[in-house]
């Protein structure tokens, strides 16, 4: 009988922290809470920006001008969340909303 010998495979995973800035939370409040399908689309894209930020689907990128030093990543084609890194695993989301409403 041949017996099959598995190796243990040790994943490293960095599972970032969010913490929501007032001005984000009062954004999310006006401009996303009522809409139910913005709003599920927003918790599954902060899932997957928690476990993996640099999935092609957030289209993460850093920002210019006036917002240098910040990032922002899709929610939707028009939808961004504008955000900084505080530490490597620790991160402040700063605004949410359509293209023109956060740049």
């Known amino acids: 009988m ?5 190796q243990p495979i040790c994943l490293n995973i960095l599972m970032i922290t969010v913490n929501f800035h007032k001005s984000f939370l009062k954004s999310y409040g006006k ?12 918790i599954d894209r902060v899932e997957l920006f928690k ?9 993460d990128h850093p920002l210019t001008g006036k ?9 939707t084609g028009d939808v961004r969340i504008v955000y900084h890194f505080v530490s490597d695993d ?3 989301f700063l605004d949410i909303g359509s293209h023109n409403q956060v740049y």
């Open 90 to 92: 620790f991160v402040e």
């Open 2 to 6: 041949a017996v099959l010998k598995v």
């Open 51 to 59: 476990t993996d930020k640099s999935n092609s689907l957030l289209k």
């Open 67 to 75: 917002k240098q030093g910040l990032r922002a990543f899709s929610i």
């Open 31 to 42: 401009r996303i809470k009522n809409n139910q399908k913005l709003k599920l689309q927003a």
